[in-house]
Antibody, heavy 121, light 109 residues
Framework: QVQLVESGGGVVQPGGSLRLSCAASGFAFSRFGMHWVRQAPGKGLEWVAFIRYDGSSQYYADFVKGRFTVSRDNSRDILYLEMTRLRVDDTAIYHC??????????????WGQGTLVTVSS | DIQMTQSPSTLSASVGDRITITCRASQSFSSSSWLAWYQQKPGKVPKLLIYKASTLESGVPSRFSGGASGSEFTLTISSLQPDDFATYYCQQYYSPPWTFGQGTKVEIK
């Protein structure tokens, strides 16, 4: 069965950095685009970033562009999110999620449980 | 960037009711294929209900349906069941950044 397990969250000061990981299993990771989506406590869903199945393209939400970098290691089935210059409003649970279909982004069908990032002084 | 505006923000309804949630995009899509709907319950991850605006994800009950007309998309539940009380989100995949609507909370009346 498909499993996505995030790690790397924690408490960090404003301006600090964190690297999130998402370990994937149960599907052909190298064939699917992957997303990061976040949700602040009590708030709605925010799409953060996407990386193509082969890592050749990445897209970002405007509010993270230039600060966050998404990458993947298809040899180890791991997705990453490098977060720098963190702000208080980046505080959220960060989920990785798998594209529904190979080659197209019509939606995401599996989500990890998420890792909590708290940015606070 | 495409903004997605959902309405209403909150909907109070009873079991058995037919309800419709609307999601309006700030610009039209060349095709309605790039819209998905998710259901989220408290403390749970979102669940994909519909993709390509009207295609039901495997295992989703047929009381859920999606529609599209121009830049307006709808999610309809034909007969609300106790398990359907949740928050619903639309998301566009037409053009990155792939934005979500702000959510519609369906409450028990």
């Amino acid at each position: 069965q498909v499993q996505l397990v995030e790690s790397g969250g924690g408490v960090v000061q404003p301006g600090g950095s964190l690297r999130l990981s998402c370990a994937a299993s149960g599907f052909a990771f190298s064939r699917f685009g992957m997303h990061w989506v976040r949700q602040a406590p009590g708030k709605g869903l925010e799409w953060v970033a996407f990386i193509r199945y082969d890592g050749s393209s990445q897209y970002y939400a405007d509010f993270v562009k230039g600060r966050f970098t998404v990458s993947r290691d298809n040899s180890r089935d791991i997705l990453y999110l490098e977060m720098t210059r963190l702000r208080v409003d980046d505080t959220a649970i960060y989920h990785c999620a798998k594209d529904l279909m190979r080659g197209y982004t019509y939606g995401v069908d599996y989500w990890g449980q998420g890792t909590l990032v708290t940015v606070s002084s | 960037d495409i903004q997605m505006t959902q309405s209403p923000s909150t909907l109070s309804a009873s079991v058995g009711d037919r309800i419709t949630i609307t999601c309006r995009a700030s610009q039209s899509f060349s095709s309605s294929s790039w819209l998905a709907w998710y259901q989220q319950k408290p403390g749970k991850v979102p669940k994909l209900l519909i993709y390509k605006a009207s295609t039901l994800e495997s295992g989703v009950p047929s009381r859920f349906s999606g529609g599209a007309s121009g830049s307006e998309f709808t999610l309809t539940i034909s007969s609300l069941q106790p398990d359907d009380f949740a928050t619903y989100y639309c998301q566009q995949y037409y053009s990155p950044p792939w934005t979500f609507g702000q959510g519609t909370k369906v409450e028990i009346k």
